[in-house]
């Protein structure tokens, strides 16, 4: 049964199907060029209201398929494509250089996908990041990292390696999840592998597939981590997950995770180590062949999502806020919507999370990110074509 639901699940889901996932898409040529160097729009200092939200919306750039962002010490930012290549752009979005092309797999949900800077990018220039790519006996999520040098307005992406291999690779184009983010301490780096719509192996011991892993930042299994002696691979941090999207630390250094559910069942989770979140065995939502998962219930051995939804969101990148240009949002927890065309936010209240708004965007998010100055910054989901980067200030 498990292999038949495998098999309707793979076909639905590369069809945009339930959940909002990503259609498939063939993979780029070899020789596809880089992106020149163009103007990009500029903002409005103000931004013009979105009606039914609270902020005032300006476009600083159009990017092709963007996946992922960050933002430097300089007000800088690093704009990852679909299709490979990683770009620096300006603080006012008015210019951007790829300074690297990253050999990818993009056909369906893969990609060139997160992007992070070091806890000590001041000195160090080092940066992570993800993406999917052919492997022995299939193809996998991948973590590297290379290192920011040249000169101010030449710099390139160098010195690129390879740090970890989700395991096994497997055949198929999605769930690869890819998402990463530092300790607050520095010392560790957390990095999500998904279950690449294989389903069974989130529970299986001998790989990493359906997992929250905890690394060092040079990629290898964190010494300490709470499953190594049941069994599992010594990086695996928490197992039983499925798509997993987003993952976070809020100011008090709790670990939270978003990750996409099958027909239903879109989760915010609150990562402990060691803890079974249940997928495929339990899960609020269902099979897309409309078949029942048992849901989680009290008792049962597994973790349960703070928050869940059914209809979805389709979850696409998570951020928690500190910033001051909206106090009453501090602490809280700002989530991309791709099928629901929203940005979702959800109140944080120690280990406790309820839902809050969904604000209606018009177009698939992506990604969500603070601004250095406070605003709010979301990627807009292009698919294989064009995709906004706006920022959100206090409506007027």
Not at 108 to 135: C, E, H, N, W
Not at 208 to 222: D, Y
Not at 310 to 318: A, C, E, K, Q, R
């Amino acid at each position: 049964m498990v292999h038949r639901l495998a098999f309707v699940a793979l076909v639905l889901s590369a069809a945009t199907a339930c959940n909002g996932e990503e259609a498939a898409s063939s993979q780029p040529a070899a020789d596809a060029p880089t992106v020149p160097s163009v103007p990009a729009p500029t903002p409005s200092p103000s931004g013009t209201p979105v009606a039914g939200t609270p902020f005032a919306r300006a476009v600083v750039a159009d990017f092709d398929a963007p996946w992922a962002m960050t933002f430097l010490p300089d007000r800088r930012m690093l704009v990852t494509e679909k299709a490979g290549q990683m770009l620096l752009v300006s603080a006012d979005g008015a210019s951007r250089r790829t300074i690297a092309t990253i050999p990818v797999s993009a056909a369906g949900q893969g990609g060139l996908m997160d992007v992070v800077i070091a806890p000590d990018f001041a000195t160090s220039k080092r940066v992570y990041f993800s993406y999917s790519a052919v492997g022995t006996g299939g193809k996998g999520v991948v973590l590297a990292r290379g290192t920011l040098s040249g000169a101010a307005g030449a710099e390139q992406l160098t010195g690129i390696e390879t740090l970890y291999r989700a395991s096994p690779q497997v055949d198929g184009d999605g769930h690869f999840s890819g998402r990463v983010a530092f300790s607050p301490d520095g010392q560790y780096l957390f990095f999500t592998a998904g279950d690449r719509q294989k389903f069974t192996p989130a529970q299986d011991k001998t790989g990493s597939l359906g997992k929250v892993l905890r690394l060092t930042p040079a990629g290898t299994a964190a010494p300490g981590n709470p499953l190594a002696t049941q069994g599992f691979l010594p990086e695996v941090w928490s197992y039983g997950h499925r798509n997993l999207l987003g993952i976070a630390f809020d100011a008090q250094g709790n670990l939270w995770e978003q990750e996409m559910g099958p027909k239903g069942g879109d989760e915010v989770n609150l990562i402990l180590p060691g803890r079974n979140y249940g997928w495929p065995n339990v899960s609020n939502g269902s099979n897309y062949d409309g078949t029942d998962i048992p849901d989680h219930a009290a008792g049962d051995g597994y973790e349960a999502p703070r928050v869940w939804w059914n209809p979805v969101i389709s979850p696409g990148g998570l951020m928690i806020y500190s910033g001051d240009l909206f106090p009453q949002y501090k602490g809280d927890a700002f989530i991309g919507g791709l099928s629901s065309q929203s940005l979702v936010r959800v109140d944080l209240n120690g280990t406790n999370a309820a839902k809050g708004d969904q604000w209606s965007l018009g177009a698939r998010i992506r990604e969500v990110e603070q601004g250095p100055e406070g605003a709010i910054y979301v990627l807009e989901d292009g698919g294989d074509s064009q995709g906004r980067l706006l920022r959100l200030t206090p409506a007027a």
